[in-house]
């Protein structure tokens, strides 16, 4: 078995594993400056390492199930979906979301460090790079990739006008969050219907984002991205 997909170029495949754990580092240490902010400081690093190693043994397990090929078979819903991406999304949206420490890192936050975060999205540049390379469809590709790159650009000025409290910065950021997260939505979704039409059709699928390294996006970043939505949802709403 070949280590990465043959239909891409391999410093693609590799630049793309450099880029992987950005987000992760990311999270980590807004999570370890949240702690610090609030009135349990020293517990900073505890939670930047634990949100690095959860995360860590995440992504090695997806890495052991997609050389197991666990992802390779179209099924509906895809395998990939059931074995990552849900349990991700469970684990983040009910044991997460329940933590105290993590009340008091959403608490300790501002609303514009949690947007300003999602510059990380820029990582959806690869979902146009593989539509180039012609291993994803192209109503995939550009509707993944340019969502995340509108996202993260505009995520920026976003979170500049909710700092400053600017003219209307609450609707701006319910606007601004909720294209966020229909984007990550019909992503998934469009993802789900080309599997679909791959497995009554033989058409050309998703089956990119089964193997080694791509599948990290599936497996990561719906999950990851919807939870980081749901908190500023929370942030903005409450005030």
Known sequence: MSFFPQTIPTYVSL????????????????????????????????????????????????????????FTELTLPPKILLLTTLPLLIFLLVV?????????????LSTSELIRLHIFRLI????????????LPGRMGFLAGFGDLITAVSSIWVARMVQHKAANWKTIGLVWNTFGFLDIIATSATAFILTKLSIETGAQGVEILGEFPFCFIPAFAPATIIFLHVSIYRKLLKG
């Open 96 to 108: 997460i979301s329940s933590l105290p420490v993590y009340k008091k890192i959403l608490s300790s």
């Open 124 to 135: 959806g540049s690869f979902f146009l790079i593989l539509t180039f390379y012609e291993t």
């Open 15 to 70: 630049i793309f594993l450099l880029v992987i754990p950005i987000p992760i580092f990311m999270i980590a240490s807004l999570g370890r400056k949240g702690i610090q902010q609030s009135a349990e400081g020293g517990r900073g690093k505890t939670v930047f390492w634990a949100v690095l190693i959860f995360y860590g043994v995440f992504l090695v397990y997806t890495y052991i199930a997609a050389f197991q090929g666990w």
